[in-house]
């Protein structure tokens, strides 16, 4: 009895102190470890490393493959970092988190080096159960006394490093420096704004027009705008992803829907509205309900709505988009693929599933006329939508030369600033008025002459 109680206290400790998946000291531990190294240094006047270490690609690779392949791949690299590290102790934060802290040599160059040799014990695949997966690793650093002088402090801007290299390229490494704070609390205000921006209704949207390959206008692409009364215009660019990384997409993504919908309701001329999905509503539960919804309630015939979907969606999580898709479907709206050939993946996408449209992505499309390779991938790209019997819109036409070798490829549709720039609606009311008409006040629908 004695011996199993004296087992079961062990056991109790061990699980206190290390993670039973890879057996490298948990976070507890973690904890333990910094604020040793922040007193040993201290008393020497030394300084040490940390590195915060993430893996790129596990999500995907677990959610293919299932958790026990993610599992296995876990329990491998931990194994490579704790031998690559030598004598420097490996921690597993947590999920596919990881940390080190470094107390040898002269810093910040004997954290870097070790950094890249930990890069290099990952760049080969890891084989699980028979499935190969790739998985790298992306690396912050922060040391003590340069980057902070306490544990929250240098942990934080560990992580402040880790977020810049992952935000920049897969498979990098950062040392954290001060603007990377200044930073981190600019966003960190952005999201408060933008939160506020959603609730209060600061976002508006500009709709650009979509036309046939000879000007005729048929619809137009819904795009948000924030125009924040701090910041002034806010790129797309730059709020829409901090909306999905905080979550704020899913209210804001149905307010661009309803707001796109009651707008359209309302046109004279029965033209489609094109709304872009984000892969993070593809997740929310009741998606295609909300939609449903939206349609009842603004009167918009479901036929008119277009709902444009990337490849990210798909990777997500492929079976689930496609359900999702097939209900909207179901109920009649029209679904496009959108940024076609952006993605390695595009033509299963088009296999799994019989999209309504396929917009080429406006990067094959700005040097269309001085590049040979855009124009050999554009004319595959019609040919596929040939054969599929599914129309192709080119995004990002903004001269009559470029629409020239559209047409002259076959590309049925086109989108960009030769037909119109994205503006508030009432600035097409005149298209929106009059079928017969042919242009707007900002080049809004060419005439087949003018094309």
Known sequence: DVTDRNRAAERIAYMA??????????????????????????????????????????????????????????REVAQRLKAAAGGSAVFRIGGDEFALILADGEQ??????????????????????????????????AVFPDNGSDAKTIFNNADIALYR???????????????????????????????????????????QPQAMINGEVFGFEALARWHSPRRGAVAPAK??????????????????????????????????????????????????????????????SPHRLE?????????????????ILRRLKSIGVRIAL????????????????????????RTFVCDLEHNQHSVAVIRAIVGLGHSLGVPVLAEGVESKAQCAVLAAEGCTEIQGYLIGRPRPIEKYSLLLRDAGAANTPDRGGLTAAQS
Not at 187 to 193: I, L, N, P
Not at 289 to 295: D, G, K, T
Not at 308 to 322: Q, Y
């Open 17 to 74: 102190h290390y993670d039973p998946l890879t057996d490298l000291p948990n976070r507890a531990s973690f904890n333990d470890a910094l604020d040793a190294a922040l007193e040993r240094a201290r008393k020497t006047n030394g300084s040490f490393g940390l590195l915060s270490i993430d893996l790129d690609s596990f999500k995907e690779a677990n959610d293919l493959y299932g958790h026990s392949v993610g599992d296995g791949v876990l």
């Open 108 to 141: 910040p160059q004997a954290a870097a080096d070790l950094a890249e040799r930990l890069l290099d014990t990952c760049r080969s695949d890891i084989e699980v159960d028979g499935h190969p997966v790739r998985i790298g690793l992306c690396i912050g650093i």
């Open 165 to 207: 290299a992952k935000s920049e390229l897969r498979g990098s490494v950062r040392l954290f420096d001060s603007e990377m704070g200044a930073e981190l609390r600019d966003r960190r205000a952005m999201q408060s704004e933008l939160r506020a921006a959603v609730q209060e209704g600061e976002i508006s949207l500009h709709y």
């Open 239 to 300: 709020f829409i992803p901090l909306a999905e990384e905080t979550g704020l997409i899913i209210p804001l993504g149905e307010k661009i829907l309803r707001d796109a919908c009651r707008e359209a309701a309302a046109w004279k001329r029965p033209l489609q509205v094109a709304v872009n999905i984000s892969p993070v509503q593809f997740r929310h539960a009741d998606l295609v309900s909300r939609i449903h919804s939206i349609l009842f309630e603004t009167g918009l």
């Open 307 to 323: 709902i444009e979907v990337t490849e990210s969606a798909f990777i997500e999580d492929f079976s689930r988009t496609l359900s």
């Open 338 to 361: 959108d940024d076609f050939g952006t993605g390695y993946s595009s033509l299963s996408y088009l296999h799994a599933f019989p999209f309504d449209k396929i917009k080429i992505d």
